[in-house]
């Protein structure tokens, strides 16, 4: 899989209707997320209202375009974020025996800043293989846009990946803790992180939180809180 940079943005603006959480804070329908190259849908999923981060009408196969909900007006530097996500592969995508074809991929963007932006995300299929090397890259961090996750593999092999057991399609509670040039994330409750970065690649920078999948996943999204600090 590639690494994509979006030539341009599609961009809608949707409003909020299932309350969010900021600081404690909820946020109503007057809420706005920025759609880019995607859209978003609000339906049931698992015995819970959740948001589906969904491909534009008519687009066309690719397993390399991004697509994310921007939390729109927000402004996150150091704190905690927390959300439930569920990935798994879009019909019509190959098949895991094709090792390049391990799909859903599913997280969250932060400290995003025009086409800068830090991020965590996890590889559901992954978790579950009888592979212990692709087992080793259920969870991954990569930076935009000079740090996709094949250049930090590449210069720093098992750095900034890491094993999680996952299951695909499944709710999964992220955690992710961010100070400085560092930042955390931890996966369904557990007290230990399973990924830890120390040299976040943007520094000590600040930015737009957004949900994040590719667009050859069946991305869902719920129960999103923010403690900024």
């Not at 830090?118 to 259920?138: C, D, H």
């Not at 250049?151 to 400085?180: M, Q």
Request: hydrophobic share 35%; glycine share 8%.
């Amino acid at each position: 899989m590639r690494a994509f940079r979006l030539p341009c943005f599609v961009v809608a603006a949707l409003f909020l209707q299932p309350p969010l959480t900021t600081g404690g804070q909820t946020l109503d329908s007057s809420t706005r997320l920025t759609a880019i190259n995607g859209r978003v849908l609000w339906l049931e999923y698992r015995g819970r209202r959740a948001l589906k981060l969904a491909p534009l009408e008519g687009h066309e196969q690719d397993t390399d375009q991004e697509l994310m909900a921007v939390l729109t007006g927000s402004d996150f530097r150091d704190g905690e974020i927390e959300l439930d996500v569920s990935g798994a592969r879009r019909q019509g995508y190959s098949t895991a025996e094709d090792v390049s074809g391990f799909k859903g991929i599913v997280g969250l963007t932060f400290r995003l800043h025009g086409d800068s932006a830090e991020r965590f995300y996890v590889r559901p299929e992954n978790a579950r293989l009888n592979n212990q090397l692709f087992r080793n890259r259920s969870t991954q961090y990569e930076s935009s846009p000079d740090f996709p996750w094949q250049r930090l593999r590449a210069e720093s092999p098992g750095v900034y990946e890491s094993y999680v057991d996952l299951e695909s399609g499944a709710w999964t509670h992220l955690k992710i803790e961010v100070s400085g040039r560092s930042a955390r994330l931890y996966v369904n409750g557990a007290s230990q992180p399973c990924l830890v970065v120390n040299d976040l690649k943007l520094g000590e920078s600040h930015g737009a939180i957004a949900l994040w999948a590719r667009i050859s996943t069946e991305a869902y999204f719920s129960n999103l809180t923010v403690r900024p600090r």
